[in-house]
Every structure is written in structure tokens, then in C-alpha cells.
């Protein structure tokens, strides 16, 4: 695929709409990927070196438990997966895995992290951009401990 091609696709992406000349950079790091059902993506503890752009299929966030993988997340076409790569020591925190056959553009991390310290405009916009789903996925992990434990008060 040209990066041209790469560019306007990412460009389409909920996280980069609006602003074409950041997907253009975006896409010099980038390739496309498919992941078959039941595909690991990434595993816990493992080297966080890739952004993830879902453009088809659901995508589980598990974290290993006694019971065997708890879902923390199911993410879907138009969310991005995988914010590790942003904060040092850039390991995963959970494990990744495909419900169902997935495709994805997948961004080297280095690339993007030297791109953003190269051109510091690029960087700013590439971390306001990622922020908002970073929070917005905090926020819903609250939502969800709220619901499991209920109205736990300490005495």
C-alpha cells in the first residue's frame, strides 16, 4: 500500500480526523496488519513498541487472573490500542487478543516518539490527540471497579 493510501486511512481515523499533515507523518511510521480470532497482539510485560489502530474486528484488553483472562476492555474499529508505548519503561500493561478476525495499522513507536522530539508542533498535537481516549479509557475502568466492588466505604 502506498503511504499516500496509508495517510488518507489514517487520516479517516477518529483520532486523526482533521488533521491530514499529522496522518502524513503518522503514516511514514506505519504499516497494515491483520490479526486472526484468538490472535495475541501484545502480551504483559513485553516491549510496548507499537500503536495500534483498529479498523476492523473487536480487540479484548485481559489481564491474567487465577480464573483464567479477565476482559478490562473490548475495543473496536476507530479506537486506538495501546498507550504503553508512551511512558517509560514502555512495557505492556495487560495482553491484547483478537474476539474475531482484526485488522489494524500498526505504528512503530520509535518512529513516532523521534518524530514527535524532532518537531515539537507534531508532538504537541500527536499528545493532545492521544490524550482524550487515554482519559476517556481511565475514566470507564473507574466506572467499571465501581460496578464490581459497589459502594465500598472504609471505616
Known sequence: ???TDLAAIIASQPLFVGVPDVAALVAGCAHNAVFARGERIFAEGDAADHL??????RVALELASPRGPLIIETLQPGEA????WL????????????LEPAGAIVVDADCLR???EADPSFGYELMRRL???????LHATQVRLLDLYGDVRRV
Open 52 to 57: 495500534y489502530l483498529l479498523r476492523r474486528g
Open 114 to 116: 523521534n518524530k514527535a
Open 1 to 3: 500500500m502506498k503511504r
Open 87 to 98: 511512558f517509560p519503561p514502555y512495557r505492556w500493561s495487560a495482553d491484547a487478543r483478537a
Open 131 to 137: 490524550s482524550a481516549p487515554i482519559v476517556a479509557q
Open 81 to 84: 490500542l495501546g498507550w504503553s
